[in-house]
């Protein structure tokens, strides 16, 4: 049964980092392409970053270039969202999810999603 399960939210102050992790199961991570997708209150659902299935190709909505970066290692079946510099508007919950395309306007063709960690960037 393909599985996803995020890891690795929590509460930090503005200026600091975290490190999200996407570990998946049940398909080889080499064949799919992971999104991270945040939503936070009362606001849609929006995509902040994502890679592509094989060569590596990533994306990064303009908010958070330059301080996020997403990585994959095939061998752990692990992605990461490294996120450093936070601040307040990052602030969500955090969902990583599986399809066959790096798209961050388009949540509608990644059929799967894990169940999202909490992302709190607060002083």
């Known amino acids: 049964q393909l599985q996803l399960v995020e890891s690795g939210g929590g509460l930090v102050q503005p200026g600091g980092s975290l490190r999200l992790s996407c570990a998946v199961s049940?398909?080889?991570?080499?064949?799919?392409?992971i999104g991270w997708f945040r939503q936070a209150p009362g606001k849609e659902r929006e995509g902040a970053s994502c890679?592509?299935?094989?060569?590596?190709?990533?994306n990064y909505r303009d908010s958070v270039k330059g301080r996020f970066t997403i990585s994959r290692d095939n061998a752990k079946n692990v992605v990461y969202l490294q996120m450093n510099s936070l601040k307040p508007e990052d602030t969500g919950v955090y969902y990583c999810?599986?399809?066959?395309?790096?798209?961050?306007?388009?949540?509608?063709?990644?059929?799967?999603w894990g169940q999202g960690t909490q992302v709190t960037v607060s002083s």
């Open positions: 049940g398909f080889t991570l080499g064949s799919v392409a």
């Open positions: 999810a599986a399809g066959p395309l790096c798209r961050l306007v388009n949540s509608g063709q990644y059929p799967y």
């Open positions: 890679i592509n299935r094989s060569s590596g190709f990533t």
